[in-house]
């Protein structure tokens, strides 16, 4: 059973061309002018054709802070799809002490429930032997990527040593490391020094962790990784000193690479100083949203090539599930939505706006995700062979976005009332067309867990390190020591 995708645009992260798309077992197949008839026909008239989205940092149905986040892989998905994302990647989260397999055998079992292609990164949030031992078996089952939290001091924050120890070993193993950067230590003194002080509002949760702590942890983890020669993620990428960080090492050679969120791109910390406690405690994550300056450096960032994806880190909680923190903004669950609104907003504010191309939209959204993560060009790309997940994008059609009308199981959303423009006609998963205008036609269980790929593995620094302490060459007869 094939399907054909007529009259539309096709927009990749390097070409734009006017080509039809014929799709079969859920790949395609062929693209060309006029394509052979049969099947299903699509109408793209008007709209793009595009890899769908891949959102590499959702928390679906995560234990975080006493609670679980609000939506699971069944209404997560249905959400990313909705909204032209194709695949996430979420993170399987070892309780302190536990496997790491048993972790993901925990996040598998959450995942049958997918509507949509899915992966998982590893979190390392402890560290020992068997820690160690099992990051090989990891990545031999297709998980090639190991989130640090440097944050969450007491749960999920792994300090330098812990960090040292397994960068160097995915650095063997051809891993790619991630962090959430943030000085734990810090951020941990300065809420318990406003909470004395009787700051207990949403407000203070946004003082207590100030750009300094995102630069600092930023540098720190770029400097650990260069030592370790390890490619580095850094998640969340939300201020000009995070940034600057990244654009230096990149500038020297180093393999890193920023993630800043659309709610970081779009909405600024004046939500916080809203008198409504729920309107800013809805909007409580890590890190908190920054002031306009350091927006106007992540957009800069993302068209000059210095940051290089845009994610959600949807982690979204019910405004019961925040009122926790009522009296106490240290125990309000760090989070937000976005997975349904990541694309509309990237196209309204960015494209539209003229701060990206549509190719560059194409790259931050889809395909240097599957670049990086190991999976490309199965996914993050329209090419013969490559999986159908694809979304046909009318760039005119609107709408004003409303928390009454939105898959995820959250009973707000922080981007209520904004219009965007650019939405999706159609998006497929592997060849089936799940949205039609709006209309699901999901189907859970439908998403398939995808195996990623490791790198070539690097093993070497990047910095004089290893040259440093490496052991000295011992001469042999006749022939002369030479360096390292
Ligand atoms: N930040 C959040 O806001 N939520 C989940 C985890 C994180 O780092
Ligand atoms: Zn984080
Ligand atoms: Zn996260
Ligand atoms: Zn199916």
């Not at 429930?113 to 297709?142: I, K, L, P």
């Not at 749960?155 to 040593?161: A, G, K, R, T």
């Not at 939300?238 to 659309?262: F, K, T, Y």
């Amino acid at each position: 059973m094939s399907t054909i995708i007529r009259n539309g645009t096709i927009v990749t992260h390097d070409l734009t061309c006017k080509a039809d798309v014929r799709i079969e077992g859920g790949r395609i197949a062929g693209i060309g002018q006029g394509l052979a008839g049969g099947g299903t026909e699509l109408d793209a008239t008007g709209c793009y054709i595009m890899p769908g989205g891949i959102d590499p940092h959702t928390h679906l149905e995560m234990p975080f802070m006493g609670t679980y986040s609000a939506d699971d892989f069944d209404s997560g998905t249905r959400a990313a799809l909705a909204g032209g994302t194709t695949m996430v990647i979420d993170f399987a989260l070892p309780a302190p002490g536990q496997g790491l397999l048993d972790a993901l055998a925990m996040w598998h079992n959450k995942s049958t429930r997918a509507n949509c292609d899915y992966s998982y990164h590893m979190a390392v949030t402890w560290w020992g032997e068997q820690v160690f031992d099992e990051m090989q078996a990891v990545v031999d089952r297709g998980i090639t990527s190991f989130k640090h939290f440097m944050a969450y001091k007491g749960s999920l924050m792994v300090n330098d040593d812990e960090m040292f120890a397994s960068f160097r070993r995915l650095s063997g193993l051809g891993g790619v490391a991630m962090v959430h950067a943030e000085n734990g230590d810090l951020v941990a003194e300065v809420s318990a020094r406003l909470l004395r002080e009787g700051n207990t509002g949403p407000e203070a949760h946004a003082y207590s962790r100030p750009p300094e702590v995102e630069g600092e942890a930023t540098n720190r983890a770029i400097m650990i990784a260069g030592m370790a020669g390890v490619p580095l993620y850094v998640v969340h990428t939300s201020c000009e000193q995070a940034h600057e960080a990244i654009r230096r090492a990149r500038q020297a050679g180093q393999r890193v690479w920023g993630e800043p969120l659309i709610q970081h791109l779009t909405l600024d910390d004046s939500e916080y100083l809203n008198p409504d406690w729920d309107h800013a405690a809805r909007r409580v994550m890590s890190p908190p949203f920054r002031d306009r300056r350091h927006q106007d450096s992540l957009w800069a960032g993302l068209s000059a090539g210095s940051l290089s994806v845009v994610a959600t880190d949807h982690c979204a909680f019910t405004t019961a599930q925040k009122r926790v923190g009522l009296g106490d903004f240290t125990r309000i669950p760090n989070g937000t939505g976005g997975l349904e609104d990541r694309l509309p907003m990237l196209w309204t504010h960015g494209v539209r706006t003229g701060r990206l191309t549509m190719n560059e939209f194409v790259a931050v959204t889809s395909t240097n995700v599957a670049k990086i993560f190991g999976m490309y060009p199965r996914k993050g790309a329209v090419a013969v062979g490559a999986d159908a997940d694809l979304v046909v994008w009318d760039p005119e059609k609107r709408k004003v976005i409303s928390a009454g009308a939105q898959q995820s199981a959250i009973d707000y959303n922080v981007f209520e009332g904004q219009e965007v423009i650019g939405l999706p006609r159609f998006t497929l998963s592997r060849g089936k067309v799940v949205v039609h205008d709006g209309e699901m036609r999901t189907e859970e269980g439908h998403g398939r867990f995808v195996a990623r790929e490791a790198n070539q593995p690097v093993n070497r620094a990047l910095s004089t390190w290893r040259a440093l302490t490496a052991p000295r060459p011992v001469a042999r007869a006749g022939i002369p020591a030479t360096g390292v």
